[in-house]
């Protein structure tokens, strides 16, 4: 099956700072969303995207669908932005759709 | 706007015991999807359910069974419940295939 791999596996970033996730998937694509789950496990639908660059306020996310990577950007860092941020694919197959989530980037951010 | 809608929020079932877990899709949207998310994991995807029919299969175990009804609401149902199948269920929905999926809050289990 398609593998998902995120990185870094842990960040710990100061509040203001920014950073960078990064997704790579070792197959084509039909679907790529960006999550983040929040302390209480919410899934909160971030971006869908799988093609191309969207932005909505401080988060922006850019997907290289012929270089098979996907980058989520944080800009000025908020202690609500800690949580675990997922990205997730559907393999580009007739008649998959099921969602394959990376592993996911734990953020933490310090006041 | 309408959500996934998910229930119940908690359960606590011991060994052996069965479950049913309800999902609402957003109005409109013809595809359900179950995942589990167990502790420090990533979910993973266990059925699929299109215009009422199964779509798509993953580990899901033969102790669980699901089905989507009429009115597009879908039920995962579990039996001879162990340990090993505390998690975060979660139920999502779209509007056809490649397109988003929505996610409800998910239904916590807890085997005691």
């Known amino acids: 099956g398609i593998q998902v791999e995120q990185s870094p596996p842990d960040l710990i970033l100061q509040e203001g700072a920014n950073s960078t996730l990064r997704c790579n998937f070792s197959?084509?694509?039909?679907?790529l969303q960006w999550f983040h789950q929040n302390p209480w496990g919410q899934l909160i639908n971030l971006f869908y995207i799988p093609s191309g660059t969207k932005q909505n306020g401080r988060l922006s996310a850019t997907t290289v669908a012929t270089e098979r990577y996907s980058l989520l950007y944080i800009s000025s860092s908020q202690t609500t932005d800690s949580g675990v941020y997922f990205c997730?694919?559907?393999?580009?197959?007739?008649?998959?759709?099921?969602?394959?989530f990376g592993t996911g980037t734990r953020l933490t951010i310090i006041p | 706007a309408a959500g996934v809608i998910q229930s119940p929020r908690h359960l606590m079932k011991e060994k052996r015991e069965t479950a049913t877990l309800k999902c609402y899709p957003i109005?409109?949207?013809?595809?359900v999807y179950w995942y589990q998310q167990g502790p420090g994991q990533d979910p993973q995807f266990l059925i699929s359910?299109?215009?009422?029919?199964?779509?798509d299969k993953g580990s899901i175990p033969d102790r669980f069974s699901a089905q989507q009804f009429s009115d597009y609401h879908s039920e995962l149902n579990m039996s001879s419940l162990e340990l090993g199948d505390s998690a975060l269920y979660f139920c999502a929905s779209s509007f056809g295939g490649n397109q988003p999926q929505h996610f409800g809050d998910g239904t916590r289990l807890s085997i005691l």
């Open positions: 197959d084509s694509v039909n679907n």
């Open positions: 997730a694919v559907v393999l580009a197959n007739f008649g998959n759709e099921k969602l394959t």
């Open positions: 109005p409109r949207h013809d595809t």
């Open positions: 359910f299109y215009e009422k029919m199964q779509s």
